[in-house]
């Protein structure tokens, strides 16, 4: 049962502080998004990869925030330094070419 | 479990009775449209899809219809059962990789 995995599936760290979440793609997918999830905006996409190479990050605070495919099976989300307004879940989610994405289960991250 | 929203509409229905969940969505070009489900905890899972040269589609217990006249997609679910409470979103794309999600809706299924 092929399925996209997330660690760690709960953070909670203080404020300035580096919070790096994963994600394990769904082998053979070349296509890994990372979206938010909150309260007040829904589920926003932050930024998505394509054979590991970033091709919109148009979503995701440039400042504290970066995204990077180390291989074809990693995916990471880092933010540095943390700050309270990122406390929301944030998923992964995986797909071949441009078809269906398939979610994780999700980080949830609160930052105090 | 993750909480998704405090102020989702919210619909309450009847096991064994009939749900329909409608959408409005906002770009009138955009071609491609998915229905996911997320339970509590989980991450949104895919129900069923539709391409912008359909008007319908069914899936087993549910059903998709599009109507780009008005901008508007909803969701059926046949005889919806407790184990179909989730909140439900749908999304849109334009020839892209970016699903746009709406702001989902909650179904709640009481005995």
């Known amino acids: 049962d092929a399925r996209v995995t997330q660690t760690p599936r709960h953070k909670v760290t203080e404020m300035g502080q580096e919070v790096t979440m994963r994600c394990q793609p769904i082998?053979?997918?070349?296509?890994v998004f990372w979206y938010r999830q909150t309260m007040m905006q829904g589920l926003e996409l932050l930024a998505y990869?394509?054979?590991?190479?970033?091709?919109?990050d148009s979503g995701m605070p440039k400042d504290r925030f970066s995204a990077e495919m180390p291989d074809a099976t990693l995916a990471t989300l880092k933010i540095q330094p943390s700050e309270p307004r990122d406390s929301a879940v944030y998923f992964c989610?995986?797909?071949?070419?441009?078809?269906?994405?398939?979610f994780g289960p999700g980080t949830r991250l609160t930052v105090t | 479990g993750e909480s998704v929203g405090l102020h989702l509409p919210t619909l309450s229905v009847q096991e064994g009775d009939n749900s329909i969940i409608n959408c409005a969505y906002s770009?009138?070009?955009?071609?491609?449209f998915i229905w996911y489900k997320q339970e509590s905890g989980k991450g949104p899972q895919f129900i069923i899809d539709?391409?912008?040269?359909?008007d319908k589609r069914q899936g087993q217990r549910v059903t998709v219809l599009l109507n780009k006249t008005v901008k508007h997609l909803s969701l059926q679910i046949a005889a919806t059962q407790p184990g179909d409470s989730a909140v439900y979103f749908c999304?849109?794309?334009?020839?892209?990789?970016?699903?746009?999600f709406g702001t989902g809706t909650r179904l709640q299924v009481f005995p």
């Open positions: 082998l053979g997918h070349n296509t």
């Open positions: 539709i391409r912008s040269n359909m």
């Open positions: 989610a995986s797909g071949l070419g441009q078809g269906l994405p398939y």
């Open positions: 999304a849109e794309t334009l020839n892209t990789d970016k699903l746009i």
């Open positions: 990869f394509r054979n590991r190479a970033p091709l919109d």
């Open positions: 770009n009138s070009a955009s071609d491609y």
